[in-house]
């Protein structure tokens, strides 16, 4: 019962994993980004901007939502359920905290968002601004609960011997970027809110979940 358990459990992550980096990806696509992340932005540019992108900024929006507010916590419950089975109860746990603080941070920055394109159809171009900058901050604060989800659940299954030495790599990558990120207040340049080290923060994490999934199916095979 226990293996059985344990392979269903590995199942529904690995495979919730392979659907978040795909929503992930149509989520990027989707929304326009480097129109709407270019610096110097005036708020009647911005306002302007989400105007003409509002169908593409709330379809981008949504993927997101999905992702993160749901096929994410599938696949760190699935995760956590695995881990604990295996008898690493503290890194479950934690990291299950971490990936909840995450994702409700994250859909604080889908609201925020989502805000701002429904503002600017006829509010105050500096409402769209406030929420704009208030998306962006949402996005970086939400490094904080990814560092414990990653760090937590990379710490136990290493300790199992779940995950190999490449998977530990990419969530050292992971923590490091998103801490910098994070914890920068630097208005505008690499580790401003827009910035490229804030842009390139969600892909790392995404490629940590695409490893934990790989490794969790190849288990799984391993074992039939």
Request: charge should be positive; include cysteine.
């Amino acid at each position: 019962m226990g293996n059985s358990s344990q392979d269903s459990s590995a199942r529904v992550a690995s495979k919730a994993g392979f659907v978040i980096a795909a929503l992930f990806l149509l989520s990027v696509l989707s929304a326009p980004a480097r129109e709407l992340l270019a610096p110097g932005l005036a708020a009647e540019q911005l306002a302007a901007l989400y105007r003409e992108h509002r169908t593409a900024v709330l379809g981008g929006v949504y993927v997101a939502s999905l992702t993160w507010g749901g096929v994410f916590l599938v696949f760190s419950g699935a995760l956590a359920a695995h881990l604990f089975m295996l008898g690493s109860e503290a890194g479950a746990l934690i990291g299950l905290a971490g990936a909840v603080l995450e994702a409700a941070v994250i859909l604080l920055f889908c609201a925020l968002s989502n805000a701002a394109a429904f503002v600017a159809g006829g509010g105050v171009p500096s409402t769209v601004l406030a929420l704009h900058h208030g998306a962006l901050l949402a996005n970086n604060i939400s490094g904080f609960p990814t560092i414990v989800c990653v760090a937590a659940f990379t710490m136990g299954g290493r300790r199992l011997g779940v995950f190999p030495a490449w998977v530990v790599a990419l969530a050292v990558v992971c923590i490091l970027l998103h801490a910098v990120s994070s914890a920068s207040l630097a208005p505008l340049g690499f580790f401003a809110p827009s910035g490229p080290a804030s842009l390139m923060a969600p892909f790392t994490m995404v490629l940590w979940v695409l490893g934990v999934s790989i490794v969790l199916r190849r288990g799984i095979r391993t074992a039939a």
